[in-house]
């Protein structure tokens, strides 16, 4: 079974995905990770970010894992061509990098395949921006998670304070998280938007476990 969940910036998509998982004994995919490792390794190698063909091979060629810390139930460490990039891929440099390597059209094509390989090996909860609309048409369940620009840059300040990466300055988080809505939602390829058959959730005035709550019930309606 495939559950899709996607969602704008700082949702909570992450903490609610991996808790979901980690709930009904799935496996859990963080799409957005995968498009960050690679806008890493391209800021490492130095390629301009609007090069395709460079992007596209990185994409391609080097090899994302997932993998678990040690005394960690949930898997949340970030590995390119076996370099851990864990922390690096959250600051704010990345932040920005992420948007033009997400909006190429060949990072997207080898990321997707890769996406779709994963989540076939089994039971799976899979965050991003388009999973529901393209990488999983057929997911069993698909949410489409919102919460306000402001709670979202209030719970991003927080998951960045106790990470101690990324900017904690809530005026500077809330301009990129509208920054990268406004980005997402209007690019060529894939753009943000709700799957027709998406269940959407405004996580404004609830509480994350209450949202998981919601999703594990759905999920077991569906089952
Ligand atoms: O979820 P996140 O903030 O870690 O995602 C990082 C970036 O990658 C974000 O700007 C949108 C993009 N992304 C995407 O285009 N498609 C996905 N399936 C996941 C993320």
Known sequence: MIIAIDGPSGA???SVA????????????????MYRAVAWQALQNGIDLNDSEALGSIARDYKIEFGTAEGEAIPRLVSISGVDVT???????????????????????ALVLQQQRIGRTGNYVVEGRDIGTVVFPDAELKIFLTASDEERARRRVLQNEARGVGSTDFEEVLADIRRRDEYDSNRAHSPLRAADDAILIDSTNFTIEEVIDQICELANKKA
């Open 12 to 14: 909570g998509k992450s």
């Open 87 to 109: 922390n690096e891929i959250r600051t704010a440099e990345i932040d920005k990098a992420v948007s033009p390597v997400s909006a190429d059209m060949s990072v997207r094509e």
């Open 18 to 33: 991996k808790a979901v998982a980690n709930k009904l004994g799935f496996a859990c995919l963080d799409t957005g990770a």
